[in-house]
């Protein structure tokens, strides 16, 4: 009950993941879209279900990074199938699934100079989104990245602008990405894209770095971030006349103190946009069998409010978090590419102790 009490409020929600069995699970509870990312592929593999698809591609003599990014676009395409009816129903507004884009781009142990991030990140984004109604492409809001969104947007690319933690790159995001909007050759009515900002990371941070924060402020910093910038994006989009919504995401909605209610911020968060969860917070949300109500309009005190503005330095927030959460990305991707290497390295110690080669070597010796 409790999930479909949420969406009852006029939240839509996806899962923070695309591993088969839990997106046909939460679709049937309710969920109208998904969302990916380097950790969550690297998990997925990690569990070995795909070893027989890596041993495939591995003949077919691909290189570990295409056979990575190949099981990648395997499995957003097979979510993209099951929210394809959705994307139709709503012509276009919901039922999509969302494909990051190379989170070595970011990687500081191989730095690329900035017009090269900025330049990837378009390639890859007209590449990754060819072909694909209801994909959305995520790009990051590091510099490159919030620098490569004009361009995509006037390519018509679906753009879901992700790891964003502050109003300043939520407002220079939404401005890039409507000027290149405006110079889309097909025009404004299929025009979509959603803003991505990751709350519990925000309570992290704050917890650990701010102690100063009186205990009506403490962990709620993530919560009036995220609703001060869907306001902000409320107000943006009112005027504009477009068919579809341009939409916040609320994102990094698992709660990371288990003292807390596990539905904390889907709570504090319900009656509009989209909420990506992870698989354990909607199953809790399941679980708990309450009765949600809108909520996302109620803000914080003003006394609250003001401390927040007070004392969290935003700027510096934003550095910490970006830094911790391009290595959060980059590190899984690397991890990933190392499992496939083991996997190949497997592959040809198998087949060099095999029958056929065992009889060709008796054979030529």
């Known amino acids: 009950m409790s999930l479909k009490s949420l969406i009852s409020t006029g939240t839509k929600v996806w899962l923070d993941g695309v591993e088969p069995d839990q997106i046909t699970r939460n679709r049937a509870l309710g969920i109208t879209g998904a969302t990916s990312n380097p950790t969550i592929i690297s998990q997925i593999i990690e569990k070995g279900q ?4 890596i041993g495939a591609l591995i003949g077919q003599g691909l290189h570990d990074e295409a056979i990575a990014w190949a099981l990648d676009d395997e499995l957003v395409r097979s ?18 699934v969302s494909f990051e884009l190379d989170p070595l781009i970011e990687d500081t142990d191989e730095p690329l100079s900035h017009a090269d991030r900025v330049r990837k990140y378009i390639d890859l984004g007209r590449t990754w989104a060819a072909g694909h109604r209801n994909r959305m492409i995520k790009v990051p809001a590091t510099p490159a990245g919030l620098d490569a969104l004009e361009e995509l947007a006037a390519a018509g690319v679906t753009i879901n602008v992700t790891l964003m933690f502050t109003e300043g790159q939520y407002r220079t995001a939404r401005d890039a990405i409507w000027r290149g909007a405006q110079r889309r050759p097909q025009g404004l009515n299929d025009f979509k894209s959603v803003y991505s900002i990751f709350i519990s990371r925000i309570d992290v941070y704050t917890e650990k770095h701010l102690h100063d924060l009186s205990a009506t402020a403490r962990g709620q910093v993530g919560i009036a971030t995220a609703k001060q910038v869907w306001q902000l994006n409320q107000e943006f989009w009112k005027q504009k006349n477009l068919r579809l919504h341009q939409e916040i995401v609320f994102a990094s909605t698992g709660v990371k103190d288990p003292s807390e209610p596990p539905d904390k911020y889907v709570e504090a968060l319900a009656g509009s946009d989209i909420q990506t969860n992870p698989p354990a917070t909607n199953e809790a949300v399941q679980r708990l069998d309450k009765v949600y109500t809108r909520k996302v309009d109620q803000m914080l005190p003003t006394h609250v409010l003001n401390e927040i503005r007070e004392k969290v330095d935003m700027a ?19 991890h990933l590419l190392r499992r496939i290497a083991e996997a190949r390295d497997s592959f040809a110690a198998t087949a060099s102790r095999s029958p056929a080669n065992a009889r060709i070597s008796s054979t030529s010796s």
């Open 50 to 53: 795909f070893d027989q698809r």
């Open 316 to 334: 510096t927030l934003e550095r910490a978090l970006m830094q911790e959460g391009t290595k959060k990305f980059a590190d899984p991707q690397k």
């Open 79 to 96: 979510a993209q199938e099951v929210f394809r009816p959705v994307w139709e129903q709503t012509r276009g507004d919901d039922g999509y």
